[in-house]
């Protein structure tokens, strides 16, 4: 009689638990291959995306300066401390020029789970970016 009620409640405790846990993250939780990439959105539902975790997976060599100068409108510091961040389409245009097969798995999943539900949810609150100097030519 007493042991369902204990069982119920370890749930319960364990449920709470990991609400409280992964509550900072709603929504917002995004992984590559097992590792985490730190995804913020500001008021125009712009995606910025930090580069260390960027580096970490594919390794590219542009520097924060070569990237500041190269999208200006793309590369932000952001974060207590700051750390350099690309927007979603800086960071789609940048990741198309490298030719890995890691950078073109890392290319399609930017593309998929960042940019593309970015964009759409522009379209949605009827947000239009600035013209982005960065964009290839279609």
């Known amino acids: 009689l007493l042991a369902r009620p204990l069982i119920d ?3 319960e405790i364990y ?3 990991r609400r409280a846990n992964w509550r900072g993250l709603d929504g917002r939780h995004y992984a590559f291959r097992g590792r985490t990439v730190h995804v913020s959105v500001d008021a125009d539902y712009q995606r910025w995306v930090r580069l260390a975790d960027i580096r970490a997976i594919v390794g590219f060599t542009a520097s924060d300066a070569a990237l500041q100068v ?3 409108k793309g590369w932000r510091m952001l974060g207590k401390p700051p750390v350099p961040h690309l ?4 960071l789609l245009v940048h990741i198309a020029k490298e030719r890995s097969p890691e950078a073109v798995r890392l ?3 930017i593309e998929r789970e960042i940019v593309f539900p970015a964009r759409r949810e522009r379209e949605r609150h009827r947000v239009r970016l600035e013209a982005l100097d960065f964009r290839p030519s279609d």
């Open 70 to 72: 190269t999208y200006p």
């Open 87 to 90: 927007s979603d389409e800086a």
């Open 15 to 17: 449920q709470a638990m």
């Open 107 to 109: 290319r399609l999943w």
């Open 9 to 11: 409640l370890a749930i």
